[in-house]
């Protein structure tokens, strides 16, 4: 009975983890965006249950870094600051992470997605507190 209890486990996180696309790499901002947002380059370390993202903002993503590390699933997860939450899930293909600054004063969510090839990622950004323009960017992977 235990073996079979596994083997359902097992199965069920190997279907799951199949779903979610291989996402983990360097990805820099489209030249065409450039200007339009503070990111320069996204680094993403993925597992079976947690999610890593370094986010570098600048010229050649040298003049700020933000490091971002959470289980995957929705949990909220701490950021530097005091009243600053992440958390990360997959919905389909695509990874979403949702950030809240000052309690909820401030909550964006940025969705993340792989084209068909997986040389470049989509990233759509959401301005939930206060409401704003959504925002759309291409990054590209590096080598």
Same mark, same amino acid.
């Given at each position: 009975m235990r073996n079979i209890v596994c083997l359902v486990a097992l199965a069920v996180t190997a279907t799951w983890a199949a779903d979610r696309p291989e996402i983990s790499g360097k990805w820099a901002l489209d030249p065409g965006h450039e200007g339009k947002s503070k990111i320069s380059t996204l680094e993403i370390r993925q597992s079976a249950d947690s999610i890593e993202v370094s986010e570098a903002e600048g010229p050649e993503g040298k003049a700020k870094v933000i490091h971002l590390a959470c289980a995957l699933g929705g949990q909220q997860c701490k950021i530097k600051d005091p009243g600053e939450e992440v958390s990360f899930w $997959?919905?389909?293909?695509? +990874?979403?992470?949702m950030e809240t600054r000052h309690g909820t004063d401030v909550v964006i969510k940025t969705k993340l997605e792989p084209s068909e090839d997986g040389k470049t990622l989509h990233m759509e950004v959401v301005h939930i507190a206060p409401a704003g323009k959504d925002e759309l $960017?291409? +990054?590209t992977r590096r080598p």
């Open positions: $997959y919905n389909g293909p695509a +990874l979403v992470m $960017y291409t +990054l």
